[in-house]
C-alpha cells in the first residue's frame, strides 16, 4: 500500500532592502511536515531553531472539507488558491532561542523559547492540489488489475457490479473475499500472488475471477447452505472444506445480495506557495510529508444485485 503523503512545496522571491541589509539563512528542512488546528501547515528544523508556517483562514478552511468526496468517492475539488495578505492568510519564517516544537499545536506554549526572528509575508499565493488514489486493500497491487492491459484501471469490472477490480474486495462477486482467493500466503516466495494463483477445480480460471470454484455447478455465491450471511466462504457440510471448494457439495441456496466493500482512501496533498519575505536570503529549501491519520479513511459500498 503506498504511503500517503501530503508534499507542501515553496517557491520563494527574495527580496533585499535599500540598506543591503539581508539576512542569509539555510532553508533545509527535514520530511516531515504537519498541520493542526485552523489549517496550519508548518515544518520545524534544529541547528538552528527555525520554523516555516502557512495558516490560512480566509475563507473558511479545514482539511476535511480540502479533502470531502461525493457520493461516488470522487473529490469535490482537486485545486484550491488562497491569496496571502499577511493577515487571514499567512506565511510565516521565525527563528528560536530553543526548540520551537511545542509553540504549534499548543494552548499555552512554553515560556522558555524566544522568538528571535519574525517575519511574515504580506503577499502572495497559496496554490493547494488535492489527489486521492483508492485500493482495495485485497492484496493484488492495483497495478496488476488492469485485465485488459490497456493502462486504465478504472474499465476492468470482471463481475460487472460497477466497481472496478482495484477497489473491488470481490473481483468476481461470488462474495467470497479477493484476499482469500489468491495465493496470500506466498507459498512460492515470489512476492506476486497471481503468479501462482489458486485455482480448486483446475479450470485456468484463478479462483479470485471464477464464479464456480469448484465446479460442480451452482455459483460459489449461491452455495450458501449453512447460514445466509453474504459469505459462502463460513458454510461446511465437510468441517474440513467449505461447500464452496467441495465439487460433492452442491446444495442450491439463491443469493439476494451482493457483500458490502470496504474501500480505502489516500489523500494527497501538494501545496505550492510563491511569496516574498523582506531581508530574508536563503541557499536551499527542501520541504516534505504530511504526517496526518484524516489523510487515511475509508468508504463502504453496496455494489445494486
Known sequence: MRQLIALFLLVLSVVSCDDGDIITVELDFDDTLLTCGELVFYNIKEEPYESLSLKITSPETTLESLIEVDDNGELISTQEVF???????????????????????????????????????TSGTAIIDISLIEDDNDGIPAELEDINGNGDLTDDDTDGDGLPNYIDVDDDGDNVLTSAEIDSDNIDGDDNPLTNPLDTDGDGTPNHLDTDDDDDGVNTIDEENVTQDNNPANDFTDPAIADY?????????????????????????EITVDASFPTLNYDSLNFGTLEDSRLTATRLVTPEF
Open 83 to 121: 491569496e496571502i495578505n499577511g493577515s487571514t492568510n499567512q506565511f510565516n519564517y521565525r527563528s528560536y532561542s530553543g526548540d520551537p516544537s511545542n509553540l504549534f499545536c499548543n494552548d499555552v506554549p512554553p515560556s522558555n523559547v524566544l522568538i528571535t526572528q519574525d517575519m511574515n509575508s
Open 245 to 269: 471448494l467441495n465439487p460433492d457439495v452442491s446444495s442450491f441456496v439463491a443469493a439476494t445480495a451482493y457483500r458490502a466493500h470496504t474501500i480505502r482512501q489516500e489523500f494527497t496533498i
